[in-house]
């Protein structure tokens, strides 16, 4: 059902300078935040772990805390939407969206 293309098509919209930072916050995040559940911990709480790679990267690349973390939120939507379509195409492939038959 789901493959490796689907895995890579998720990111086939960023620039890989996008690809790189994406990457970078999210292996620090699977280190700091570990298997907290997303969905019950405040997302104050999760920026607030991730600040520390944000803020090196923002003074690697010379911009503001901010630009990274508003740069960080767009590109973790866009990965976001292409996984719910690419979920979503996956089901319909599969007959999975009409339960009605």
Do not use: C, H, W
């Amino acid at each position: 059902m789901f493959n490796k293309e689907d895995k890579k098509a998720q990111f086939e919209s960023l620039t890989e300078e996008d690809k790189r930072i994406l990457s970078r916050i999210n292996a620090y995040s699977e280190q700091v935040l570990g298997d907290i559940d997303p969905q019950k911990t405040r997302i104050s709480f999760q920026l607030d772990k991730l600040k520390p790679v944000m803020q090196e990267i923002a003074e690697e690349k010379g911009v503001s805390l901010e630009d990274i973390f508003i740069k960080y939120m767009d590109l973790a939507s866009i990965v976001s939407a292409k996984q719910d379509a690419l979920l979503k195409e996956d089901f319909d492939e599969n007959g999975l969206t009409d339960f009605t038959k």
